[in-house]
């Protein structure tokens, strides 16, 4: 028998969601509700009612701020969520779906999809071996564009919610729980940060909106002893672990955009987990620090000040 999903949205990553659950033969997509149902085709369904009714599990997949109603409203009928980032734009929110989730006996996970990329995969796996003193990260976008929803704050939360939360999740996943931030802006969409971790290292972090698309827009250099390990997007990872060891470059460029970015495997451990009844690979726990995260910065640079993160 296989599992029912429906889609919340119709844009892109319905679209990447849809045809990654399409491979799964576990699976059936049961319909999609998008408030324009031209974007939901032949599967459009007339309301979230109706697509809760026919459905397991539902993908949310709409625009940043309307994922806590429609999260709220799957949980309370009994069904499995995957929410896409960020779980919420506001900590009152983040911290309302969450103890919904808890209290749940469906899965409910996060799309923070970078942890299963397998350039960030392997750098956790080497710092295994060679633990992080500190970090030096930048994640920049080209523009705030496109879609057009992008750039307006009322319907992303603002620009952190947008694209550099993926990046607060990475370095809690990577470095450990994040214990203070101390953040400057300038409009709203130039951010630099200076971000300590409760094992005592500490990391930079620089993000900017519109830097036009230059490659790579993402990386990341972790430092440790006589070791350096740096990422290039999700496409290229090089590492150079002890003094007199060669430098080692492992490419991905290769992969399919869903293997490289993390988007089949989270799909196909969402799967797992609502079949087995197991915990999910990213928790609602997840997706209310990096919501935490967001907002310490934004206070940070409004302040001026270092804010702690106590959650
Ligand atoms: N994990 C990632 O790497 C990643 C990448 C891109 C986007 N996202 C997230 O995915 C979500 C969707 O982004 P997108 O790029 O697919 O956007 P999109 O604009 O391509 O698609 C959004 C769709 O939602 C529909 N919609 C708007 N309001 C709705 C509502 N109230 N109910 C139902 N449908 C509604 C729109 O008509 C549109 O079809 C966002 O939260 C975004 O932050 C995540």
């Known amino acids: 028998m296989s599992l029912k999903i429906g889609l919340i949205g119709a844009g892109f990553m319905s679209g990447v969601h849809r045809a990654n659950l399409e491979r799964d033969d576990r699976v059936r997509i049961s319909g999609i509700y998008d408030v324009d149902p031209l974007r939901a085709g032949a599967l459009a369904v007339a309301s979230v009612d109706d697509l809760l009714e026919a459905s397991d ?20 009928a009994g ?65 705030l564009l496109n879609p057009a929803w992008v750039g307006d704050a009322a319907v992303t939360g603002g620009f952190l919610f947008e694209t550099p939360i993926h990046m607060f999740d990475m370095m809690r996943f990577l470095l450990g729980e994040i214990v203070s931030v101390q953040a400057r802006e300038s409009r ?15 990391a930079t972090f620089v993000t900017s909106a519109d830097t036009s698309w230059f490659f790579p827009y993402e990386s990341v250099e972790v430092y440790g002893e006589y070791s350096t390990i740096r990422t290039e997007e999700m496409e290229k990872l090089e590492w150079r672990i002890g003094l007199d060891k060669p430098t080692s470059v492992e490419n991905f460029a ?21 079949l087995a009844g197991s915990k999910p690979p990213v928790t609602s726990y997840d997706g209310l620090k990096s919501v935490e995260m967001t907002m310490a910065v934004y206070r940070s640079a409004r302040e001026k000040m270092a804010v702690s993160l106590e959650l």
């Open 57 to 76: 599990a539902v993908y949310v997949v709409s625009p940043n701020t309307t994922h806590v109603d429609m999260a709220m409203k799957a949980l309370a």
């Open 188 to 202: 709203k969409d130039d951010y630099s940060m200076l971000v300590e971790f409760d094992g005592g290292q500490h």
């Open 254 to 274: 290769n992969l399919t955009r869903e293997e490289k970015w993390g988007f089949a495997e989270e799909d196909r451990l969402f799967v797992d987990a609502m």
């Open 79 to 143: 069904k499995h969520v995957f929410c896409e980032k960020p779980m919420a734009t506001t900590l009152e929110d983040a911290q309302r779906l969450h103890a919904a989730a808890r209290a749940s006996k469906t899965v409910f996970q996060v799309g923070h999809n970078r942890r299963f990329a397998p350039v960030y995969k392997n750098v956790k796996k080497l710092l295994e071996t060679s633990p992080a003193h500190c970090a030096h990260i930048k994640m920049n976008r080209g523009e």
